[in-house]
């Protein structure tokens, strides 16, 4: 597919730099442009009506929303360039397709939960730390010995799940954990991902500065 590629995104979205990941790991030429979630723009909001959500990859002016949506799209739409993120096998992709939508159901929303929780809430952040920690001892379970999730290299599940990794530090800081220390090999993965692959290491933002941002919006929110 040859056109326009337009990516709408804020730059602390695990779910935005999955496309980010999944666009320069095919070689995709593409257009970033950064939503303030505050004042969402009237192109975000006539993209994604239904959710006025982050991210929308609009290619030709056609938006495609959300973003396990969108890295299959990008998959079948870009399938001359680079590498296949799911593999052909049927089993093998809805066993990708299972863990990659375990990421959004249970270590997101227990991670949001770790820093949304109300200041001196004790047993809500508790909870949120357990069940955290629970995903991804899991997610470090079926990661097993393999260097990816994919296999030897990064996959499907790798893209959905690695841009989560700048936001470890805010769960560890707010839920009094440490993901090296509960998770080692999940941690190594994390670093490995980034230092083997240059699509990763340019798609994510640093820690600092999501525990900023979502510091900024504690406070917005009247948490602290």
């Known amino acids: 597919m040859e056109g ?24 995709v030429a593409y257009e970033e442009k950064a939503e303030n979630l ?3 723009s009237p192109l975000l909001l006539s993209s994604n ?16 929303c959300e973003s396990l949506v969108i890295l299959e799209f990008i998959d079948d739409a870009f399938s001359a360039a680079g590498k296949p993120l799911l593999p052909a096998d049927p089993y093998s992709r809805a066993h990708a ?40 001892k899991t997610l470090e379970a079926e990661l097993g010995g393999k260097p990816y999730f994919g296999g030897d290299a990064l996959g499907y599940v790798d893209v959905a799940l690695v841009p989560f990794a700048p936001w470890f530090l ?6 009094g954990f440490t993901v090296a220390a509960e998770c080692p090999a999940l941690a190594a993965w994390a670093e490995r991902c980034a230092r083997e692959n240059a699509c990763v290491a340019e798609s994510l933002p640093e820690a600092e500065h999501v525990f900023q941002f979502v510091c900024g919006m504690r406070k917005a929110f009247g948490l602290d």
Request: proline share 6%; aromatic share 8%.
């Open 49 to 64: 009506p239904v959710h006025g959500k982050v991210p929308v990859l609009i290619v030709d002016g056609k938006p495609v």
């Open 38 to 40: 505050a004042a969402k």
């Open 97 to 136: 397709r299972f863990w990659a939508s375990y990421v959004d159901t249970k270590l997101n929303e227990a991670g949001v939960r770790v820093w949304r929780s109300p200041k001196g809430a004790t047993a809500a952040v508790e909870a949120a730390r357990k069940d955290t920690v629970a995903a991804l």
């Open 4 to 27: 326009v590629v337009v990516l709408l995104n804020c730059f602390v979205s695990p779910f935005g730099n999955r496309v980010r990941i999944a666009l320069k790991l095919k070689g």
């Open 170 to 175: 805010t769960y560890e800081r707010f839920g």
